[in-house]
């Protein structure tokens, strides 16, 4: 069974720093794309920030770029968010995912066919 499983989420002030992690588990994605999405109360998914299979392009959402960093170990099976500098409304449920092909890249969610059950993080101002 493919699962992929997030951590590292909780309670932050504005201007503080967390890192999200990504295990998974069933399979390699050595091959695929990963990315990390997130959900606010009320909003829409929304795209944060991807990484290629062998971790050479990142593309970032314009809301995180110069203070989310993506990365990925294929040693461990696991791709990371740091996030710095935070602002409250970056206050979600950060979901990783996997592309579903290899070669499938981007900000459509419809890249990615496995998903994390997501992690909240929270910043207060």
């Known amino acids: 069974q493919v699962q992929l499983v997030e951590s590292g989420g909780g309670s932050v002030q504005a201007g503080g720093s967390l890192r999200v992690s990504c295990a998974a588990s069933g399979r390699t994605f050595s091959r695929n794309a990963m990315a990390w999405f997130r959900q606010a109360p009320g909003k829409e998914r929304e795209f944060v920030a991807s990484?290629?299979?062998?971790?050479?392009?990142?593309v970032y959402a314009d809301s995180v770029r110069d203070r989310f960093t993506v990365s990925r170990d294929d040693v461990k099976n696991a791709v990371y968010l740091q996030m710095n500098s935070l602002k409250p409304e970056d206050t979600a449920v950060y979901y990783c995912?996997?592309?579903?092909?290899?070669?499938?890249?981007?900000?459509?969610?419809?890249?990615?066919?496995?998903w994390g059950q997501g992690t909240q993080v929270t910043v207060s101002s």
């Open positions: 995912a996997a592309a579903r092909l290899p070669g499938v890249f981007g900000k459509n969610p419809n890249n990615y066919s496995y």
């Open positions: 990484v290629s299979w062998n971790g050479g392009v990142t």
